[in-house]
């Protein structure tokens, strides 16, 4: 580490030495503000006509080398640009202007930017660089609490996971519900951001409204957010950043209280099961004293984070570059998981000396291997890790005889006894011993690549293309080890064949392609009207082909390669019969997606008082058929810069902006997923495998060829607000948002062989809610500044209509229904009421009233209560002290639920499960067990199991709302003068923290989800600490 | 201005140069329309192949299933096993559920799924021509349809018919053509339904080929699956006259009762002695023991097991079906003890896999039983005996066969118990309590400890309306025209 850093150095001296040799004078000084007199860093100073360039640095000092009587430009983003001569002086101090015309850059759609005072459209943007220092390896974990309205969901802490984003609450049933996900202008895979290096990310601006997402009209109802990455400037110098972190993952505490070896050895003697009730008192004793396991302990671990990423950036007269690159490595908390990465990026910009022409390339290629633990949120014993770490028994000792940590407890491969026995309370054993010999790996490479044009070609008229890449492959690989406890199983003959195990690979290729062609009109007409108006036409294709297979039977001498397939013609003797017992299984899949659009955006601007918006276009999608293919959406929006007026003259705000739009989005992804509903219109059959072994033909899918868009009506309302020389700045936007022609199941006869349903349009549902952003900055002198900021939102969703076959309820089982009138996700369930203190046994309350000992579906109630949040959003501070900085950041959800199956597990207490092979919660010593017992905890040996209680009762329905602290992070910079001796222009230090503290009442690992249902054996995200460094030079 | 206008209409050919229809006009590889599907009389028989895999009496696991475990859970032969988390509970205490994943939805769309498949095909057969040798074997495979459509539409009528010796009474819907998304219907009557099945069947028996291969083989449907459903469907409507009895002793000429040792090894498919018909499973297929088992039969791993009444009955017995049905690896600690571990045998496993196993839907032993029942009906009360002490003796049971019996009611009794005995876990003991029940008054009486082992219902009377099966909600969703059964 050390070694690479001096060799950088090294490497930039000889840059230094080459520009030395060029200037004349030095020129240095200070560029404050005009408004508080305060330094500003970052600030570009320029020698006209020349490339040579520096940014000023912390202090806000900068040193030039120029001629006498050259020009220096000074600028900075929301400031007037101030031009100063070089005279016989070799110090130059200028104090820059805040710009009123130029406040804080919008990105919206296409590349295109916009200030906060033009915007039409609900759009919040967020600077990257307050997130640069997280540790997370998804670049949207980072966004979760930054923006009103949205949520950014993860459901795993595997690094690298995905998340699930909501924005302004589900939109569709069924149909895709995340929002349309634009980096540098080429729309990307929602669920794909772990190969993206978040630090190249320079902002990210959320588009909320139809206004701001029609203009992605065919993919953008649920909005659309849009990452633009770094760049480097024109007539800029070279610049080296380079970043190292280091750090920890560990476990966030546990809510769980689970027994002791004693205390359940007690339980189950008192209970007569398992092997407590087996032992005497004093054997009890003997064990408890002797093993005492918290499982978590042994499969959950501190896992170390690290990072190096390196940018440089360089500009000329008409040409700029920002390249980085990045190696991340990340343990999982779980032992088997980890993640690295490494990333290269190339951002390039150039432009005609006339600035008439202007084109871009960004290249980005990453590359990561993820090892990952399958399995969580399965009820399979022998597959759920996390449920062993959970719930496996305490008087297991998890060490071996040499005191490491036991690879397979003593289990032989194959032996079905000590497997099962017992309930299988060794089944943590078995998962010790599959995570130890097993594969499961993910190989991904992903290239984003664009290319961008544009030209002026004559007064006004501009013309664009634009065209972009998103291709990433994946291999899969899950290796079951043939010498692991459960491999000799593997085979279709099982332990009796002489082979076990599995392994099976999968390729996956997705390529998808997107173009854009545009024709720009801009015009000022007599100093007050500005018109600009675009028209584009955008094609969209996207390709998914791969292969898989599944090899049964390795030779274990060769485990990870080709060669230690048992081939399929082998053939044993088993039992008397001729047997094949490895026969594999292969898969191939093509898939084709495509969309052709054409559409045109109009904008219209008075007096830089009042603007108008409008958006139309005409979608065609290769998912529908007839007149249904193309859908005509669009949209209108309108702002009032009320702070303009005259009226205005002299008020506390320096932006006032009323704003107001309308319109209508669509959405063709039926089935939720990119590649998915692909052939819906058509009549298909499908050849497979049938009777005997054979290949049969049959109907495979029944058409539905009236299929069509499901349509999003948004309206929002809103305001911006700039107080006291932006000392308060803020949005507040109220919208309401309908979606119609639901993609649902029909009911139509099961004798049409579908299972009852077909895919249709069909119900209307409607998210209504507010939300509001804020920033105040409390306090800002030469040595302190402080601000804080809060944003939060408020949905509510319902369902106002479902299918008319379905009498508005659609129930299919489980703990979730639809309902008319009710939320999405909402819980269905027949309330649990105690426990009868006759006679211990769970009761439940029936619709009128009474209570019941009999669990019965037509006792369900809805329970207003639902997946989803209701409020949500975050907080922070901001404190500055010279080189200090010090930042939080909150986020919280509320009013959002979840059934909590661990929970309900360890207080299992079903007929015959005593011996199940699992511990329990301390709570179950409160289980009722005379006559009059006042419990919560039914008696030993009652009717209902976990799962039934989480299926059909609000037993174990819990709030998982939560405020968690996101990030905690304290930099320092050190100051200039302690810099002067190096051959560095800064040097920033920093330790921060991810999910530091969470208060929430769910009982489980982590109330953060992605919207699931139920917890089981889930995979809880980690808090994370780092320490980094960076260096400027 | 004018030169501009050349640059625009470039740039706009250039935008439209690129071709816009391989994005809008996309057909996704391998898909397969009708016409293409079925071009030959080789696709033909591939829809036949498909329409024999769609029938799954026997599928289902983990707690769930079709006919199969339907009547082993809701009767009397089964209870919780050792690996228990309680699959089954609520089926078994008859916790009424006819959504997605209950009993009465899986019947019934699993038959009306393969009654859609198969007028697909017969669809096609009308449609496509066939001449010489290809029209035969087109009749063979036509014949097979039939059969399988009536079976289809029989099952329907005895799971969901509230009686079935009156002909007014609702039955099955009878399905001759593939329905449009929108179509409803109304059940057809049980006199309608017997009409349509026994044309289906009759003219099945026309077109068969006896000299096609398949005769030769118990897993394709041949004229004596049509025989023998004829003598299940006599059974059922009441019709005890005595050419079912000519007919039951056709059966038993060409299907003998098997030997001790053929009998143990028809469970493990290595003989077909007694087998008229059975569903073939293999590689791939789902495994039945999956039904009481999480992997395959073992000690551990059941989560059903056999209940202590039906052991007492076995062991009382003893012979082959003792030692068929019961695994050996099954603890027994003392009689009705609540800690026997009484492990299911009847799938114990065959070649295909430790769980798999052929579903011998048709046996001798069957027609022998039918025709016991027969010859009481018919008053002939020492013919019914001797039938029974046949099967009896072929089994080596110890259980002792009066010469005759004294009246209706007890040969009805005896029959009932080797009814239960020889076709246990074969889909049979609902159907037959549902059937014979009212008549002797009896209706599930299980024994204590096995019902405890599931905390559950213990008794419930041949009168209870759950005896008929609810048409599932599915149905009741999406067909707007159907009647429900009473009191559901």
Redesign the interface.
Same mark, same amino acid.
């Given at each position: 580490m050390k070694l690479k850093l001096t060799w950088l150095l090294t490497l930039f001296m000889a840059f230094v030495m080459q520009f030395s040799f060029a200037q004349e004078k030095t020129i240095t000084g200070t560029v404050t503000t005009v408004t508080d007199g305060l330094p500003l860093p970052g600030a570009s100073v320029i020698v006209k006509g020349t490339s040579r360039g520096q940014q000023t640095d912390f202090d806000g000092k900068f040193s030039i080398k120029a001629n006498e009587n050259d020009i220096l430009i000074f600028s900075y983003v929301g400031f007037v640009s101030v031009e100063k001569s070089v005279g016989s002086s070799s110090v130059v101090n200028v104090a820059l202007k805040a710009d009123s015309q130029l406040d804080e850059v919008v990105v919206v759609a296409y590349g295109n930017a916009a200030s906060v005072r033009t915007v039409t459209a609900a759009i919040t943007t967020v600077n990257a660089e307050i997130l640069e220092d997280r540790a997370n390896a998804s670049a949207l974990q980072n966004l979760q609490g930054q923006v009103a309205g949205l949520n950014i969901a993860t459901g795993s802490g595997q690094p690298g996971s995905d998340s699930t984003i909501i924005l302004r609450g589900p939109g569709s049933i069924n149909g895709n519900i995340e929002p349309l996900f634009v980096v540098d202008g080429i729309p990307v895979d929602e669920d794909n951001f772990r190969s993206i290096n978040p630090t190249d990310i320079a902002s990210f601006a959320v588009l909320k409204d139809a206004a701001a997402a029609n203009i992605y009209g065919n993919r953008a109802a649920n909005g659309a957010i849009v990452i633009t990455t770094k760049r480097g400037r024109y007539n800029q110098g070279l610049e080296f950043k380079y970043t190292s972190t280091f750090g920890y993952n560990e476990l966030q505490d546990q809510p769980f209280e689970l027994m002791n070896s004693r205390e359940v050895l007690n339980w189950q003697n008192q209970n007569n099961g398992g092997l407590g009730a087996e032992l005497s008192a004093s054997e009890i004793n003997a064990l408890a004293n002797q093993t005492n396991t918290n499982w978590a302990d042994v499969f959950f671990r501190k896992g170390t984070t690290n990072s190096h990423n390196l940018s440089i950036t360089s500009g000329g007269e008409n040409s700029n570059n920002f390249t980085s690159l990045q190696y991340f490595e990340q343990d999982g908390i779980f032992i088997g998981s980890a993640f690295k990465r490494f990333s290269v990026r190339n951002n390039f910009s150039g432009k005609s000396s006339n600035d008439k022409f202007n084109y871009g390339l960004n290249l980005s290629v990453g590359v990561s291997t993820t090892n990952e633990q399958d399995g969580s949120g399965s009820g399979s014993t022998f597959f759920n890790p996390f449920s062993a770490a959970l719930q496996g028994l305490p008087y297991l000792s998890p060490y071996a005889a040499d005191g490491s940590i036991t690879r397979d407890g003593g289990i032989q491969p194959g032996d079905?006894?000590a497997i099962?026995?017992r309930?299988?309370s060794n089944f943590p054993y078995v998962l010790l011993n599959s995570i130890a010999l097993n594969t499961d790996k993910e190989e991904e490479v992903k290239v984003l690549a664009s290319f961008n044009a544009n030209w002026n070609?004559?007064k006004n008229?501009t @013309?664009g293309i634009q065209l972009g890449v998103d291709y990433s492959s994946e291999r899969a690989i899950d290796i079951l080890h043939p010498e692991s406890i459960l491999g000799p /199983?593997q085979s @279709?003959?099982?332990v009796?064949a002489q082979f076990g195990g599995i392994q099976s690979e999968s390729f996956l290729r997705d390529f998808r392609f997107n #173009?854009v062609?545009s024709?720009n009109y801009n015009n000022t007409f007599g100093d007050k009207h500005n018109l600009d108006v675009t028209v584009f036409?955008e094609?969209?294709?996207g390709h998914l082909d791969g292969f898989n297979y599944s090899q049964f039977g390795l030779d274990p001498r060769l485990v990870g390669s080709g060669a230690a397939f048992i081939p399929g013609t082998t053939t044993e003797v088993?039992?008397?019969?001729?047997?094949?017992p490895y026969?594999d299984t292969v898969g191939q899949t093509?898939?084709?997606? +495509? =969309?052709?659009s054409l559409f045109s955006q109009l904008d219209y601007e008075y007096d830089g008082k009042y603007g108008f918006s409008a958006g139309i276009r005409r979608d =065609?999608? /290769?998912r529908f058929i007839d007149d249904n293919?193309w859908g005509t959406f669009w949209s209108v929006g309108g702002r009032w810069n009320i702070d303009a007026e005259p009226f205005m003259d002299g008020s506390a705000f320096n932006l006032l902006k009323l704003r107001a739009s309308h319109g209508i989005s669509g959405n063709d992804r039926i089935a939720g997923t990119y590649y998915g509903g692909?052939?819906l219109t058509?009549?298909?059959?499908?050849?497979g495998?049938?009777?005997? +072994?054979?290949?049969?033909?049959?109907?495979?899918q029944?058409a539905?060829t009236s299929l069509r868009w499901e349509e999003t009506t948004q309206t929002n309302v809103g305001l911006d607000f700039q107080i006291w020389n932006s000392k308060l700045t803020g949005a507040i936007d109220v919208y309401e948002k309908k979606t119609e022609d639901l993609f649902q199941n029909?009911?139509?006869?099961?004798?049409?062989?579908?299972?009852?349903?077909?895919d249709s349009n069909l119900g209307t549902m409607v998210n209504k809610g507010v939300e509001l952003q804020l920033s105040y900055r409390l306090f800002n002198d030469s040595d302190w500044r402080i601000s804080v900021n809060a944003n939060g939102s408020y949905n509510k969703n319902e369902i106002e209509a479902l299918p008319p076959? #379905?009498?508005g309820l659609v129930?299919?089982?489980g703990s979730t229904a639809l309902g008319e009138g009710q939320s999405l996700g909402s819980f269905y369930l027949v309330p649990y009421a105690g426990v009868n203190p006759a006679n211990g046994n769970p009761l439940f309350r029936k619709l009128d009233g009474s209570l019941t000992e009999?669990?019965?579906?037509e006792d369900r109630v809805f329970s207003d209560k639902s997946i989803y949040p209701v409020f949500q959003g975050g907080f922070g501070t901001d404190i500055q002290y010279k080189g200090f900085a010090f930042t939080t950041q909150w986020s919280f959800v509320a009013e959002v639920y979840r059934n909590n199956l661990d929970y309900a597990s360890l207080q299992e207490v #079903?007929?015959?499960?005593i011996e199940?092979g699992r511990n329990r919660s301390v709570t179950l010593f409160d289980a009722w067990q005379n006559v009059g017992d006042i419990t919560e905890v039914p008696r030993v040996? #009652?009717?209902? +199991?976990s799962?039934?209680y989480i299926n059909s009762t609000d037993r174990y329905l819990e709030d998982a709302s939560f405020l968690r602290l996101r990030n905690i992070t304290l930099a320092y910079s050190l100051p200039k003068e302690a810099l002067e001796k190096l051959p560095v222009s800064g040097v920033r230090l920093y330790l921060q923290g991810e999910n530091l503290i969470t208060f929430s009442k769910y009982r489980g690992w982590d109330p953060e989800s992605n919207f699931r249902t139920t917890d089981r054996g889930q995979f809880p995200t980690p808090k994370i600490y780092t320490l980094g460094v960076t260096v400027n030079f | 201005?004018k030169k501009?206008i050349f640059?625009?209409l470039f740039? $706009?050919a250039?935008?439209l140069s690129?071709s816009?229809e391989?994005?809008?006009?996309?057909?996704?590889?391998? &898909?397969?329309? &009708?016409d293409?599907?079925?071009r030959s009389l080789a696709?033909v028989q591939?829809?036949l192949?498909?329409?024999?895999?769609?029938y799954a009496p026997d599928g289902g696991g983990n707690g769930t299933g079709n006919s199969l475990y339907a009547n082993a859970i809701l009767g009397d032969n089964l209870k919780?096993g050792?690996?228990?988390?309680?699959q089954g509970?609520?089926d078994y205490n008859y916790?009424?559920?006819f959504?997605?994943?209950s009993i009465p939805h899986n019947i019934?769309?699993n038959r009306?799924?393969t009654?859609? $498949?198969a007028n697909?095909v017969l669809g096609v057969l009308d449609r496509l021509t066939f001449t010489g040798q290809e029209l035969v074997e087109a009749n063979h495979i036509k014949a097979q349809l039939l059969a399988i459509r009536a079976l289809c539409h029989f099952e329907v009528v005895q799971y969901y018919t509230t009686d079935y010796s009156n002909p007014n009474t609702l039955g099955a819907?009878n399905?001759d053509f593939v329905?449009e998304?929108?179509?409803?219907?109304e059940r057809n009557t049980v006199s309608e339904n017997l009409t349509f099945i026994k044309e289906d069947l009759n003219t099945a028996l026309t077109l068969f080929d006896p000299s096609n291969a398949t005769n030769a083989s118990p897993?394709w449907i041949s004229e004596d699956f049509v025989k023998f459903l004829k003598l299940r469907i006599a059974l059922t409507e009441g019709d005890s006259s005595t050419a079912n009895i000519t007919l039951a002793n056709e059966l038993l000429a060409d299907y003998p009762l098997a030997s001790f040792g053929e009998y143990i090894g028809m469970y493990l498919d290595?003989d077909d002695t007694e087998v008229i018909f059975k569903l073939?499973r293999?590689?791939?297929?789902a495994g039945v023991a999956q039904l009481f088992y999480f992997?395959?039969p073992?000690?551990?791993?059941g989560f059903l097991e056999m209940s202590n009444e039906l052991f007492n009955l076995l062991d009382a017995e003893g012979g082959a079906r003792r030692q068929a049905f019961v695994n050996s690896a099954s603890t027994v600690v003392g009689p009705n003890d609540p800690a026997n571990e009484l492990l299911i045998n009847k799938y114990p496993g065959?070649?295909?896999?430790?769980a798999i196993n052929d579903f011998k839907m048709m046996r001798a032993s069957e027609v022998q039983l039918i025709k016991a029942e027969l010859q009481a009906r018919n008053n002939m009360f020492a013919d019914a005996a001797t039938t029974i002490q046949e099967l009896r003796t072929a089994r080596g049971s110890a259980t002792a066969t009066p010469a005759s019996y004294t009246n209706l009611n007890v040969a009805l009794t005896d029959i009932m118990l080797e009814r239960r005995l020889e076709l246990c876990y074969e889909g049979h003991r609902w159907l037959d309590i549902k059937r014979v029940g009212p008549e002797l008054g009896i209706g599930v009486t299980r024994n204590s400890v096995d019902c405890a082992?599931? &905390?559950g219902i213990c008794d419930i009377s041949s009168s209870d309306f759950r005896f008929t099966l609810a048409i599932?909600q599915? &149905?009741i969703?999406?067909?707007?025209a159907?009647s429900q059964n009473p009191q559901y």
């Open positions: 079905i006894n099962l026995g309930g299988a070609f004559a008229l @013309a /199983f @279709a003959q099982g009796d #173009s062609t024709l036409m094609y969209l294709k088993i039992n008397g019969n001729t047997t094949n026969i093509t898939v084709t997606v +495509g =969309n052709m =065609n999608s /290769f293919k692909l052939n058509r009549n298909l059959y499908t050849a495998t049938g009777y005997n +072994g054979s290949v049969s033909t049959v109907a495979a029944v539905n029909n009911n139509i006869s099961l004798l049409n062989a579908t299972g009852g349903t077909i076959s #379905s009498n129930n299919n089982g009999t669990l019965l579906d #079903s007929q015959g499960s199940n040996g #009652s009717a209902f +199991g799962v039934d | 201005m501009h640059k625009i740039l $706009f250039l935008s690129v816009c391989d994005a809008t006009d996309i057909l996704q590889e391998g &898909e397969l329309t &009708e293409a599907a079925y696709d591939s829809g192949l498909g329409v024999y895999a769609a919780a050792l690996a228990s988390n309680g509970a609520q916790v009424v559920s959504t997605s994943g019934w769309n009306y799924v009654i859609n $498949f697909r819907i399905m329905p998304t929108s179509d409803v219907f897993i290595v073939s293999v590689v791939g297929d992997n395959f073992g000690t551990g791993d065959s070649a295909a896999g430790q082992s599931f &905390e599932p599915s &149905e969703n999406g067909n707007t159907i």
